[in-house]
C-alpha cells in the first residue's frame, strides 16, 4: 500500500505540472489588437427596443443600432444633425420642420425617410396600455407628457400633436404647445428611429401585463433572441442572456464607417470582476469605475482611465414650508454654514468639483457669474441674528442610510461633515435618516423630510430645462415655495426656440435662483471609464450618449 | 421503494404550500416595492402610484396571493420586473450554469476529499492525518469569496493561467443546444469549446468546492475509522482476504453510506446558487439572479425563483434517500 500511495502521489503531481504547464502555455490570447472590442456592462440589458427602456445598460447598445434625427457632438450637450439635416422652427416653436438625409436605409434594407419618421412618432403617442406607463415609456412621458389615449393613473397633457411626411425628405411635428427643449430631448435613445418594417414584423408593439401586473413584451422586437434595426454604425447580430450581446458593423452605413468589425458586451455585475477582467485582458474596457479602483488602474501601465464629464448635481434641499427657512437671511446663513468643498475633497476621491449652481458647467444655460457661498461660520452666525433669530438655529436635516448614488458616494460622510460645520455655523442639527428604499426619495419630494435633507439628480438629456425646470418650473412640495416670476421665467425659457435667448434666459435663470437659494447645490461628480491603453477613439459623453464607431486598436 | 418515493413526492405539496404563503408574507413585509427600485430619483409620488396599481400592490392581501396561487397553478411562475421575461425562461438560461458549477465543485471535493478522507484514516495518527486535519480546518474557514478573490489574482491576473470571469470566452464561436457548455462542446465536437468551458470552470468550481471539500473529507476519515474496527471487516480480515479487497468490499462501501448523504445534501445547497462565487467569477447562476431580485422587490423572480428552488432541495433530498435504501440493502428490505 505504502509503494502504491507514493506512486499515486507521484502520478498525481506529474498530472498537476503537465496541466499547469498546458495552461501556462496556452494563456489568454486577448483581443486587445484586432477588430473585436470586448466591454463589460453591469449587467444585461431590458430590451434593444429603445422606446421601453430607461436603463443604461440598455441605451449604451441602443446607441450604436439606432440614431435619431439629431444627436450630440461628441463629449458635450451641442446639438448636431444626424439622421436629420437641418431643421427650422415656426409658429412660435410649435411646427417643427427636419429635412431629412437622404440614401439612408435601416440594416433591413428598409429606406429610412419621412414616413418612418412619422411612423415612429405616430407609435408613441399611441402608446396604450402596459405601454403608456412611467416604468416602460419613462422618457416619452417625462418630455411629451401624454399619450393620444390617457394613461391610467398619470396626468395627461400630451405635448404632440401630429408628424407630417411632407414628401421622402421632410418631416413636419406639430406640437400642441411651444417647447424648445423638445428639439434636444431628441438627441435621446428613446427617440431614435427604429425600422418601422421590422417593428411590425417582430411585434414591437405586442405586450401585455402578466397577471402579476409586469410589463411582457409579446413579439421577438428587441428580446434576447430576437431583432433590433435601425440605422446605425453598427447593427445586431446576436444576444444570448448569461453570454455575450455582439453588434457588428454595419458596412452599409451611410457615414463614416466604424473601424472595429465586432463589439462583444459582456454582463459582470461585481465591480471589482469587471475591474479584473480588464487587468486580464478578457475585457478591453468597462464602465462606472468604482473611485477606489481608479489609483490601480492608473497605475498600471497597460490600463488607463477616461473621464466622463460630469452630469449630475448633489445639493442640500431648504424646505421653505418649515420655518425660518422662508427667511432668505437663514437660508444665506445655511449655505454658508455647509462646508462644501471640504466635503467634496473628502469623501469624492478625487472625482468631485464643488458645484456653484443647480446645472453642470456642460449645460447649456450655465452662468459663470452665480452670487457664491463660501464656507464662513461667523458670517452665517452674523446672517441668523441679522433675522432676529435666538443662536443655535435648530433645523432638522435628513440623509438616506442605505445607498449611493453617483453625485453622493457616502450619504452618512457627507451629512456628518455637514452637520459638524452647520453646528459650528450657528445652528443646531437634529439628525433623521431613512433608508432610500423604501420613501426617502418620496418624503423629500413631499416635503416631509425635514427643513433640509441631503438628495441629487442625474441629468436625462442635455437640456437646461431637465435641471432647472426640473426642480423650479413650478410649485413643488419637496421646496416649498411660490415664486411666480421665477416659474414665469422658467416657463418661457423651455419655449424659447432661438438658441442664443434662450442660452441668455437660462443664465439668468440661474442667477436668480443662486440669489434666491431654494438650496445649496455642493457637487458635481466626474463617473469614470477604464480602458487597455491600447484603446482609443472613445469619447466619453456627459450623457452617456457614446459610440464605439470611433474607437481601434493601437499598437 | 416506489411507494416510497411516492409518498416522499406527495409531501412536496404541503412544503410549498406553506413556502409560498411565507415567501409571499415575507416579501411583502419587507419595506420598499419594485416601483422605488424602477425610478429612484425620478420617482414621483403619481408614478409611484402608478406603478403600484399596476403590480397590483394596493389591492387586498388575499386577492394579491389568490392570483399568485392562479398563475403558479397554470404552470406559470411569473414574469420578472427586472428583465420583463417569464421566469421559467430566466430559470432555463441560469440553471444549467448553476448545475454546472456545483457538478464541478462536488467533483473536486469527492474525488480529492474521499481519498483525502480514507487515506487520513489509515493513516490514524500520523502527519498525513494530521495535515488533512489542519487543510480541513482551513478549507472550512476561509470565506468563500476571499479564496474565490485569491485564486482569480494568482491564476487569472498574475500567471495568466486561467480566466477569471464568466463560463467561456466571447470571442469562441459555440453553440449550446443544452446550455450546459462542457456537453454542449463534446455533443457539438468543438473541442476548443470544450476545454474553454472546462478552463472557466476550474477556478470557480475550487473555490465553491473548498467547504464541501472540508467536510466530505472529515466525514469520510470517521466514517472508515468507524467502520474499519466493525467486527465484519476484523473477520473478513481474519478469512485471509487481502487488505486492499476488504477495504473496497468492506469498508469503504459501508463507510460510503453518511459520506452520500452527506454529498447529497451539499449538492442540494450548491444547487440553490452559489451566491458570493456566481458574483466574483460573473458567472450566470441563479444565485445572483436571486439576490439581485431581493435588492430590487422583484417580487415574481422572489417568488418564483425561491419556489423552484424548493423543489429542488427536495428532489435533491429524495434521490439521497432513495441512494441510501440502494445502498443499504436493510434500509430498502425493512420498508418491505
Not at chain 1, 398619470?154 to 407630417?164: K, V
Not at chain 1, 435601425?230 to 445586431?236: N, P, S, V
Not at chain 1, 452618512?412 to 459650528?424: D, R, V
Not at chain 2, 397553478?73 to 420586473?81: E, F, N
Request: proline share 6%; with cysteine; glycine share 8%.
Amino acid at each position: 500500500m505504502r509503494k502504491g500511495l507514493k506512486v499515486l502521489l507521484a502520478v498525481v503531481v506529474v498530472a498537476l505540472m503537465t496541466a499547469a504547464a498546458t495552461l501556462a502555455a496556452n494563456s489568454r490570447s486577448d483581443a486587445s489588437s484586432g477588430d473585436t472590442l470586448v466591454f463589460g456592462t453591469e449587467g444585461e440589458p431590458t430590451s434593444l427596443d429603445g422606446a421601453v427602456v430607461s436603463d443604461g445598460v440598455s441605451l449604451r447598445v441602443i446607441d450604436q443600432i439606432t440614431e435619431g434625427l439629431v444627436s450630440l457632438a461628441p463629449g458635450s450637450t451641442t446639438i448636431v444633425p444626424k439622421l436629420a439635416r437641418s431643421w427650422t422652427a415656426s409658429n412660435r416653436g410649435r411646427v417643427w420642420t427636419f429635412r431629412l438625409r437622404t440614401g439612408v436605409t435601416f440594416h433591413d434594407g428598409t429606406p429610412f425617410n419621412a414616413s418612418a419618421v412619422c411612423a415612429n412618432f405616430d407609435r408613441w403617442y399611441n402608446f396604450t396600455g402596459p405601454f403608456a406607463s412611467d416604468a416602460t415609456s419613462y422618457y416619452y412621458y417625462t418630455v411629451f407628457g401624454g399619450y393620444k389615449k390617457k394613461a391610467s393613473g398619470l396626468t395627461n397633457f400630451p405635448l404632440y400633436r401630429s408628424c407630417r411626411a411632407a414628401g421622402n425628405s421632410t418631416a413636419v411635428i406639430t406640437l400642441r404647445r411651444p417647447n424648445a427643449s423638445f428639439l434636444g430631448a431628441l438627441s435621446l435613445t428613446a427617440f431614435h428611429i427604429q425600422s418601422p418594417t421590422a417593428m411590425e414584423r417582430y411585434g414591437a408593439n405586442k405586450g401585455s401585463l402578466s397577471k402579476d401586473g409586469v410589463f411582457t413584451p409579446g413579439g421577438q422586437y428587441g428580446v434576447p433572441g430576437g431583432q433590433a434595426v435601425g440605422t446605425g454604425a453598427f447593427k445586431l447580430e446576436s444576444w444570448t442572456i448569461g453570454d455575450r450581446l455582439v453588434i457588428v458593423r454595419n458596412d452599409s452605413y451611410w457615414g463614416r464607417k466604424a473601424i472595429l468589425r465586432r463589439v462583444i458586451f459582456r454582463a459582470i455585475p461585481d465591480n471589482a470582476a469587471r475591474l479584473q477582467a480588464l487587468q486580464t485582458g478578457e475585457i478591453q474596457g468597462y464602465d462606472l469605475v468604482e473611485p477606489q479602483d481608479i489609483p490601480t488602474i492608473k497605475k498600471n501601465s497597460k490600463l488607463k482611465v477616461l473621464d466622463r464629464p460630469a452630469f449630475n448635481v448633489a445639493y442640500v434641499t431648504i424646505n421653505q414650508k418649515v420655518k425660518p427657512f422662508d427667511n432668505p437671511l437663514v437660508r444665506q446663513a445655511v449655505a454658508h454654514g455647509l462646508d462644501r468643498a471640504g466635503v467634496v475633497k473628502a469623501f469624492y476621491a478625487g472625482r468631485g468639483e464643488v458645484a456653484h449652481e443647480f446645472m453642470p458647467p456642460q449645460v447649456l444655460g450655465y452662468a459663470k457669474n452665480v452670487k457664491k457661498y463660501p464656507y464662513n461660520p461667523n458670517r452665517a452666525k452674523q446672517l441668523l441674528q441679522q433675522a432676529g433669530l435666538t443662536l443655535p438655529v435648530e433645523v432638522e436635516f435628513w440623509y438616506p442610510t442605505d445607498v449611493s448614488r453617483p453625485y453622493m458616494p457616502d450619504p452618512a460622510k457627507n451629512f456628518q461633515a455637514f452637520a459638524a460645520s452647520l453646528n459650528k455655523s450657528g445652528f443646531k442639527v437634529i439628525p433623521k435618516s431613512a433608508p432610500w428604499r423604501p420613501d426617502y426619495v418620496g418624503r423629500v419630494q413631499a416635503g416631509t423630510a425635514g427643513a433640509l435633507n441631503l438628495i441629487g439628480w442625474t441629468g436625462d438629456f442635455g437640456d437646461p430645462d431637465n435641471f432647472i425646470g426640473t426642480f423650479f418650473r413650478t410649485e413643488q412640495g419637496q421646496w416649498g415655495f411660490k415664486n411666480p416670476a421665477l416659474f414665469a421665467l422658467l416657463n418661457k425659457a423651455v419655449v424659447e426656440t432661438n438658441p442664443v435667448k434662450r442660452k441668455s434666459l437660462y443664465q439668468q435663470a440661474n442667477r436668480i435662483i443662486m440669489n434666491f437659494l431654494p438650496g445649496v447645490p455642493y457637487a458635481h461628480t466626474k463617473p469614470a471609464l477604464g480602458f487597455q491603453r491600447n484603446v482609443i477613439g472613445y469619447k466619453p459623453s456627459p450623457v452617456s450618449l457614446e459610440s464605439f464607431a470611433t474607437v481601434r486598436f493601437v499598437g | 421503494m416506489l411507494r416510497f418515493a411516492v409518498r416522499r413526492l406527495l409531501l412536496l405539496v404541503p412544503i410549498l404550500i406553506g413556502l409560498s404563503l411565507l415567501v409571499f408574507i415575507w416579501i411583502r413585509a419587507l419595506p420598499g416595492s419594485p416601483a422605488e427600485s424602477l425610478l429612484g430619483e425620478r420617482a414621483t409620488e403619481e408614478s409611484i402610484a402608478q406603478i403600484r396599481d399596476q403590480y397590483g400592490l394596493e389591492d387586498p392581501f388575499y386577492e394579491q396571493y389568490w392570483r399568485y396561487v392562479q398563475t403558479i397553478g397554470s404552470g406559470d411562475l411569473g414574469t420578472s420586473i427586472a428583465s420583463r421575461r417569464p421566469i421559467t425562461e430566466e430559470i432555463k438560461d441560469r440553471f444549467p450554469a448553476t448545475i454546472e458549477l456545483a457538478v464541478g465543485a462536488m467533483l473536486f471535493a469527492t474525488l480529492i476529499g474521499i481519498p483525502l478522507g480514507f487515506i487520513a484514516a489509515k493513516r490514524h495518527g500520523s502527519p498525513i492525518d494530521h495535515a488533512s486535519l489542519f487543510l480541513s480546518l482551513i478549507g472550512v474557514s476561509i470565506p468563500i469569496f476571499f479564496l474565490a478573490i485569491v485564486l482569480k489574482w494568482v491564476f487569472s491576473v498574475e500567471l495568466g493561467w486561467l480566466p477569471s470571469i464568466g463560463r467561456q470566452d466571447v470571442l469562441i464561436e459555440a453553440e449550446h443546444p443544452t446550455n450546459f457548455y462542457i456537453l454542449d462542446g463534446i455533443i457539438t465536437r468543438n473541442w476548443e469549446a470544450t476545454w474553454d468551458a472546462i478552463k472557466h470552470l476550474i477556478l470557480p468550481a475550487i473555490a465553491l468546492g473548498s467547504i464541501p471539500l472540508a467536510i466530505i473529507a472529515r466525514i469520510t476519515r470517521a466514517s472508515v475509522l468507524d467502520v474499519q474496527n466493525e467486527d465484519y471487516v476484523r473477520t473478513a480480515r481474519a478469512k485471509g482476504i487481502s487488505n486492499r479487497a476488504v477495504d473496497a468490499r468492506h469498508v469503504l462501501r459501508n463507510a460510503m453510506l453518511p459520506i452520500s448523504t452527506i454529498v447529497g445534501l451539499q449538492v442540494g445547497l450548491l444547487l440553490s446558487g452559489a451566491i458570493l462565487t456566481e458574483t466574483v467569477f460573473a458567472w450566470p447562476g441563479i444565485g445572483t439572479w436571486l439576490q439581485a431580485a431581493i435588492e430590487n422587490r422583484d417580487y415574481p423572480v422572489i417568488q418564483g425563483g425561491v419556489l423552484f428552488v424548493a423543489i429542488v432541495v427536495v428532489f435533491v433530498n429524495l434521490l439521497v434517500d432513495i441512494s441510501y435504501g440502494l445502498l443499504n440493502p436493510r434500509i430498502r428490505l425493512a420498508g418491505r
